[in-house]
């Protein structure tokens, strides 16, 4: 076989064997075959597209290409859930400790990406020496005893994804349903959960701009999740705004905080609500959606859901007294409002322009080598809808570099667009993708 042949093959639009698919994922992975011919590899993809089978075997060669987490020790069905990514995501620092609160083990591995902000694992190095890089046989026992424990990947998971990945990164390659359901389905399948809850979001801060390709990009998932034995559904959400609302690392552990103290924005506390009613569902932990909703506002408002983030900050060597004392965080050195020239009711925020905001200030990663400042930040005051007068705060930044300061609070601002109309409700969650069943709210 020649990569030659599978390239040109691609470039014409023809269906990839499995074995073509393999070779492809074999030789790039141990460097056999050069960055060049796999640049053109997924340039062909890019435009030729993959069906349903060649997209099946995609992944199943990534997830074949590393390491796969065994969990059998830990007791019950583990449901992992997983966001395509989206700005002001903190999802998961809510979910982790409230769904294990109601029950359902979670055992949260994964990596360091890049972003806008850092990933889950960046942000629980917010709280001060908690341990992400434990041994398996703590992160299995820890969540046996607790029911939780998050830590930063030791084993050699979905290697292929990370070349293939990096390289997607600089050659315009990254959005394309394919190799986008690809990457994240051959992690999710090393990382070893029974089932798992997709949060496939569409709009201006997602990959999937049209709600159309983040049903399909759904789709897709679920079928390869569930073609393996793995129950999953995709939830299809909205990123049109910035989830809540902080951007940055800190700010966005203090607002996870608040909302699992029941004080969170409504669109972040709904979501979570709406993903940890699926994972609690799919945990055997609740008959339906509405009652593991009251399961899981119960466990807000009893603050159970808050002592288990206590429990988990305190079992890796964290400080838990930062969840009632937020001054213990790192603070940035620069704090200012920001302010409109425009009066009227917030028609958009455009959420990659609040993204690279915070990039700017340095929350998130540009390059792998890039330092995350877990301190800066955005926090907007105002969401889409709201009326602003004049002199009304849109934002504060938070930042360490009055040059970072300037450039980020340019990019901010142009991020606002303000009419004189106000603005139809749009819904946060868009449908859910089953099995065998779509659901379009
Ligand atoms: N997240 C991933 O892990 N992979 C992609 O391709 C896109 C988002």
Redesign the pocket.
Do not use: A, Q
């Given at each position: 076989m020649r990569m030659y042949d599978i390239i040109e093959k691609k470039r014409d639009g023809y269906k990839l064997s499995k074995e073509e698919i393999e070779f492809f994922v074999n030789g790039f992975t141990n460097g056999t075959i050069p960055d060049y011919q796999a640049s053109a590899f997924l340039m062909a993809v890019f435009f030729n597209q993959m069906d349903k089978e060649e997209t099946i075997d995609l992944t199943m060669a990534m997830l074949e290409s590393g390491d796969k987490l065994d969990l059998s020790k830990i007791e019950g069905i583990k449901v992992d859930k997983h966001s395509?990514?989206g700005v002001g995501d903190k999802t998961t620092i809510i979910l982790a400790p409230l769904v294990a609160a109601a029950g359902v083990p979670v055992a949260k591995m994964s990596g360091r990406?890049l972003g806008h902000t850092g990933g889950t694992i960046d942000k629980f190095e917010s709280f001060d020496d908690f341990k992400l890089n434990i041994p398996e046989e703590k992160f299995i026992a820890d969540v046996n005893e607790i029911g939780v424990a998050i830590a930063s990947q030791t084993g050699d998971l979905a290697p292929a994804?990370k070349k293939i990945?990096a390289l997607?990164d600089v050659t315009a390659t990254?959005n394309n349903l394919s190799?986008?359901a690809s990457?994240?389905m051959s992690?999710k399948l090393a990382s070893g959960a029974d089932a798992i809850v997709l949060d496939v979001k569409t709009g201006s801060g997602a990959?999937m701009k049209e709600e159309d390709d983040a049903f399909d990009l759904a789709k897709i998932m679920v079928e390869i999740g569930c073609g393996v034995g793995r129950n999953t559904i995709g939830v299809i959400t909205d990123m049109d705004e910035p989830l809540g609302f902080a951007v940055g690392n800190v700010l966005e552990v203090i607002e996870a905080i608040d909302t699992l103290k029941g004080e969170g924005p409504k669109d972040l506390t709904d979501l979570c609500l709406e993903l940890g009613a699926h994972m609690l569902v799919l945990g055997g932990k609740a008959s339906d959606i509405e009652d593991a909703k009251r399961t899981l506002e119960d466990l807000i408002d009893s603050g159970k859901a808050l002592e288990k983030l206590k429990e988990l900050i305190a079992a890796q060597g964290g400080n838990p007294e930062f969840i009632e004392n937020y001054e213990m965080f790192k603070k940035a050195s620069i704090v200012k409002d920001i302010y409109l020239e425009d009066e009227g009711f917030i028609q958009k925020i455009e959420s990659e322009e609040v993204g690279k905001a915070a990039l700017v200030l340095g929350a998130g990663r540009e390059t792998k080598e890039s330092e995350i400042d877990l301190a800066v930040g955005i926090v907007l005051s105002k969401k889409v809808g709201d009326y602003v007068g004049q002199a009304e705060r849109v934002a504060t930044i938070y930042a360490n570099d009055l040059d970072k300061f300037e450039e980020a609070k340019e990019i901010l601002t142009k991020a606002y667009i303000v009419e004189n109309k106000e603005v139809e409700e749009k819904k946060l969650i868009k449908g859910i993708v089953y099995e065998n069943n779509i659901v379009k709210y």
């Open positions: 395509t990514g990406g994804d990945y997607r990254v190799l986008i990457s994240i992690k990959f």
